[in-house]
């Protein structure tokens, strides 16, 4: 709930707009005050203050207990001009409040929190789990002060800002070492520290050297690339994580396929500074270290039934301090479909915060696991179940601790459990950027482009939303008429691990790439697809109400569609009596097709038919015409429009297209 909290009579009219805009989510609290807001700071999880900050501030300072308690706090003036994250920008989720807020009452947020305010993601927003001195490293990164991140692999992470330097996966008693970036010709990265973070700095300190990488090379390298893999088979040096044994198994070494064939340009003497440490290993670390924990672990088990909560969980630490895994990476327990409701490992998963993925028995009878038996065989009808179960949700990962017994006292062991190290999936957003106006492109294509550490698109598109990227995105552009390249290119990003953000104008599935894109990639990339506003529905809207019946799209473009195949389907639509919009509808080197295509659909609709011309739909230079299929001029046309050709029942009603919905009501009415 969210309390409503004023004291004058603007403030309350500011107020009551709220109140009204938000009826279920929001509580006024009346009376004086200081009482009100003790209240509503007692009651609610989130408070808009219609008072001066400074007031607020002096009532909510006795009130305050810690960070992670206490409520969201968004101040308004009582002007209702600014809408002030004050207090839990992030934990509170005030500044998404005041951005909500402010979108409510026409007002301007107002957000100070660091990391929002210079476009940097916060430590804490990555949503993955962070061990060590968040806010000293966070602050480090904010300062452009340099940064190594010492990754195992290569995760799906938003862009980083150049001075967050890639260095080795941490090596085991390694200390810094940073590598250059091998660079595609075509790739660069969005610069844009903040100000107070002068580029040299980080070239400076990092630049790679000479020798190591091509001309084209960036300064700096791409944030989350592969680094070089280093052995990792000694003793940890430094200090521990609390409670945490320092020792690191064999087994838990940085993980396959993140080597570096460029190798390691060790940093310069005296380097060591703040590091972003993103691991699944217990490692020693310092003061000015974080250790991201990213979710890689997938615990197997197997038990009988009635086994302990204790036995369960006991089994499952032991087996992760052993083999210097930390818990924090653990994302499931996984089992077979009969002990779904086992609670000894309902109750264990539940410890670890984690869920239960089950798998029937004939599935994980399948898998071929070092260490099968017949005590299983006999109970649930598979031979293995902890590694069987492990190596199944682990999607063909490398089994990091073969089965292992639980070991009480005095008695057979009741759990078994095995660890499975699940390979990164990349992030594909296929993000459909709408016709061109900035207000046509959504909230969540936005939120994927800042979200991507990679952005690949034609390069018209990419100026189309260059602002939006964040410092650090890399950027692979090309040239019309490289489609595969672009589709292929995006996937093997994607498949080596990145957040990638391929982009196409209106809506990326429509006559663009995200097929091509799709086509490529198999099930070890995450596909995310964000709709777009397409050419034909800008189009509609611009015209009047064209679409109101049945409608199709054709491409007239016979680049990689024969013609035969496109007149198959003009007939049929003109047979059909469907309203068609013609993308690619005209080009220099085709001219004969639009013509061609207007007199098929004019063997089954009169000359009068009406026909909508929309030339850069929302754009800046955007032009529309109506007329009529006899007296289409093709010369209006060209590869920036659209046509749109009405049904039989399609009218022209004061200046717009409208095709009739067909209700019975509204052709009675025509009668
Ligand atoms: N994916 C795009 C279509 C790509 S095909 C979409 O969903 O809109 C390219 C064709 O789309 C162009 O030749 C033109 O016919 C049409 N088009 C794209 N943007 C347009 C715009 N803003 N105004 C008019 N037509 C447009």
Known sequence: MIGLISATAAGASARDRLATAWPGRTRVYNGPVREAVERAFAECEQLVCFLATGATVRLLAPLLTDKASDPGV?????????????????????NSLATEVASALAATPVITTATDATDIPGLDTLGLPTEGAVATVTRAILDGTPVTLHADAVWPLPPLPPN??????????????????????????????????????????????????????????????????????????GTDTAGTSGGVVAHAGPVPGAADPEGVVPAAPGSSGPRLILTDRVVGIAAADVVVRPPS?????????????????????????????????????????AKADEPGIVGAAGRLGVPVRTYPADVLAAI???????????????????????????????????????????RAAMATCAVVRRAPRGRLAVVGLGPGARDLL????TAELRRASVLVGLDQYVDQIRDLLRPGTRVIESGLGREEERARTAVTEAQAGHAVALVGSGDAGVYAMASPAL?????????????????????????????????VSISLSDLHTPWEVIERRVRAAAEADIVVTFYNPRSR??????????????????????????????RPDGTSHLTTLARLDPATVDMMTVVTVGNTATREIAGRMVTPRGYRWQSEGAR
Not at 308 to 336: H, I, K, Q, W
Not at 520 to 546: K, N, S, Y
Not at 592 to 613: D, I, M
């Open 74 to 94: 968004v101040c308004v003036d009582e002007a209702g001009r600014f809408a002030v994250s004050l207090l839990g920008g992030h934990g509170g989720g005030a």
């Open 589 to 618: 080197g085709r001219d004969w097709q639009l013509p061609k295509a207007l007199a098929l659909l004019a063997e089954h609709r009169t000359a009068a038919t009406p026909v909508g011309v929309v030339r850069n739909a929302s």
């Open 442 to 445: 959504t909230p969540r294509a």
């Open 368 to 410: 071929t696991v070092p260490n099968p038996s017949g005590a299983p065989l006999a109970a649930v009808g598979t031979p293995s179940v902890a590694e069987a179960a492990a190596l199944t949700a682990g999607r063909g990962g490398e089994l990091l601790v073969p089965k292992r017994k639980s070991s009480p006292e005095g």
């Open 164 to 237: 967050v330097m890639r260095g080795a996966p941490l090596a085991v008693g390694d200390g810094d070492a940073a590598a250059p970036g091998g660079a595609l010709a075509s790739e660069h990265v969005i610069s844009g520290a903040p100000e107070d973070a002068p580029q040299q700095t980080a070239s400076r300190a990092y630049r790679p050297t000479a020798g190591t990488s091509g001309p084209h090379a960036p300064a700096v390298a791409p944030p989350d690339g592969p680094g070089p893999a280093l052995a990792a088979q000694q003793p940890v040096a």
């Open 519 to 551: 086509a490529e990639a198999a099930d070890d990339i995450e596909v995310v697809g964000v709709p777009g506003v397409t050419a034909a529905l800008a189009a509609a809207a611009i015209l009047g109400a064209p679409l109101g019946h049945d409608h």
């Open 297 to 337: 672990l997938v615990v197997g088990v197997g038990a009988s039934r009635g086994v302990g909560v204790d036995e369960v969980y006991g089994l499952v630490r032991d087996v992760l301090r052993d083999a210097g895994l930390s818990p924090l990476s653990v994302v499931e327990l996984a089992t077979v479909d």
